[in-house]
């Protein structure tokens, strides 16, 4: 016997005049809402599953709020209980980066969030780790392969040693030679491998291999002065080094044998930290989208957005990225910035954007997709909504470009500015510090990263039933009525409170990473 299926709409403000219809396969028209905001509405309409119901009369001309934001304004008059679809919407003109509103928008009056904490590796910078890792820097793609057989004898030989020690990391990139590497743009991929050999979660260990003769020498990748030492050597000295073409090396062994030895001072100082507790303020979480399906800014996004607030509060730092998904809410952005100067930052950031994008003629139009349309999104305005609810309600503390890393007192929420490219991304969010990452999918992708664990939340319980074993987090609980999108966000924090202290996600369980991808906007030569 067929369970009887129990109308389901979610609205996501309470401001909001529409709601989603979250049942599969939608609803018919004459369907009674039995609960939550519509309780009593009738369907006039058979509404699709993710498209819009009308929850009250909306006049012609009107504003139809979704996220409390106009997603389009109504082309006639619609009542209560009509399939509010995109030809009955016009659509809030693009913007340009021109005459925003900036910081407009009070911040929410907050009460700080206190108690809240994990057991973490803190460095000598004050950041903390949530694992300790050991790092291998590579200046060039050419030492790859070398590091690679290297970091696996460490595993295999060192590991057993220091039990403390999470994993060995060997920083591979497709950087370093062949760039035009005094190319405007080219300081981006280069200060991104600087600091991403500074994350916190290398307990600030530094060790590089090169090559020799690549552009970019190791003095260049990490000056002194740019990263901490912990020996005896002399400060004015650069990072603890093995070059592949010394002569000190003959054979492929003494390569091998050399980065093994030169690894053990490292491991010996990682293995003598402890865990400590410390307060939730001390996370630094980016939060992602990749494989995006209609529920992603129902369900997942919106309970991302909610710990986000969590975690500000809290003290913490929470970033949001990803230019081409947030471009067209951009006045969201700026409004929200806590000051002018902020709201300047995430212009310039990206004004640089459209210039990069209009360089290689980008056709912009191209958003929404049709996929997009039949999923319930109207326009690229709520599209963009649906993505820059992960960053939650607070305001915009402040803003950061490609590749840089946050100061110490950089606290709150930050706009990191990034493709939207799952890896780089990733890639550039590990370079600003992040020590935990949240990544929401509706499609499904196996996404992880070695250097930080990644806490993938599923927007349906389709997708979190069939990949039961990669998902950590399932949000299709919220479009199943069975959880609220502040009770998601609850179990959001916890878990990753937990996720910090050192339980391993499901991709860490499967040592499943990809690889570092570094944005590189100028020319390959
Ligand atoms: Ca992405």
């Known amino acids: 016997m067929n369970t009887p299926i129990r109308p389901l709409a979610i609205r996501m403000h309470p401001d909001d005049n529409v709601a989603i219809i979250a049942n599969d396969g939608g609803l018919p028209a004459g369907t009674v809402m039995p609960e939550g905001p519509a309780t009593g509405l009738v369907l006039r309409d058979k509404v699709p599953q993710g498209h819009k119901v009308a929850l009250t009369d ?18 006639e008059a619609i009542a209560a209980g009509r399939w509010v679809h995109e030809r009955l919407l016009d659509i809030p003109a693009a913007r340009e980066l021109q005459g925003l509103p900036m910081a407009t928008q009070p911040a929410p009056a907050w009460a700080p969030l206190e108690g809240h904490t994990f057991e973490g590796y803190v460095n000598a910078d004050g950041s903390v780790g949530t694992r300790n890792l050991l790092a291998i820097t590579t200046t060039v793609q050419c030492v790859a392969g070398v590091v690679k057989i290297a970091v696996e004898r460490i595993e295999r030989e060192l590991l057993p040693l220091y039990p403390n020690v999470d994993g060995v990391v060997g920083l591979e990139h497709s950087y370093g030679c062949g760039v035009a590497i005094d190319a405007p743009g080219a300081e981006i991929p280069i200060r991104t491998l600087r600091n991403i050999s500074l994350n916190p979660n290398f307990g600030g260990e530094v060790m590089v291999v090169s090559l020799g003769c690549e552009k970019l020498q ?6 002194p002065g740019s990263f901490p030492i912990h020996d005896s050597r002399d400060k004015e000295q650069g990072p603890d080094l093995v070059c592949l073409q010394d002569d000190e090396h003959v054979g492929f062994m003494s390569m091998i044998d050399n980065i093994v030895q030169r690894a053990k001072p490292h491991l010996e100082r990682l293995n003598a930290r402890k865990r400590q507790t410390v307060p939730a303020s001390a996370l630094v979480v980016g939060v992602q989208c990749g494989g995006s399906d209609a529920f992603s800014g129902v369900t997942a996004n919106p309970a991302v957005g909610y710990m986000a607030d969590l975690i500000v509060r809290s003290g913490g730092t929470v970033m949001f990225s990803e230019n081409t998904e947030v471009r067209d809410a951009v006045e969201q952005l700026t409004s929200r910035s806590a000051t002018q100067a902020v709201a300047e ?16 003629r980008v056709d912009r139009t191209a958003n929404t997709t049709p996929g997009n349309k039949a999923g319930g999104l109207s326009n690229i305005a709520e599209k963009a909504m649906g993505s ?113 202290s050192g339980k391993r996600t499901w991709a860490e369980h499967w040592k499943l990473h990809n690889a570092l991808v570094l944005f590189n906007p100028a020319p390959i030569t």
């Open 345 to 360: 930052d995430v212009v310039r950031e990206l004004g640089w954007y459209d210039q990069y994008l209009d360089r290689g």
């Open 218 to 223: 190791p003095s260049r990748l990490l000056p």
């Open 388 to 500: 820059i609810i992960k960053s939650g309600s607070g305001a915009i503390a402040s803003v950061l470009a490609p590749g840089d890393k946050l100061k110490p007192d950089q606290k709150g929420l930050v706009f990191a500015a990034t493709p939207a490219s799952d890896f780089i991304c990733g890639t550039l969010q590990l370079a600003a510090g992040m020590n935990v990452h949240v990544f929401t999918t509706g499609r499904g992708t196996p996404y992880g990263l070695q250097a930080c664990p990644v806490v993938k939340v599923a927007t349906r319980s389709d997708l979190a039933r069939r990949w039961h074993d990669l998902m950590d987090f399932n949000a299709g609980q919220i479009a199943d009525g069975e959880m609220t999108i502040e009770d998601a966000g609850w179990a959001l924090f916890r878990m990753l409170l937990e996720t910090a």
């Open 58 to 75: 909306i006049a012609a001309g009107q504003d139809v709020l979704r996220y409390n934001v106009p997603v389009g304004y109504a082309r």
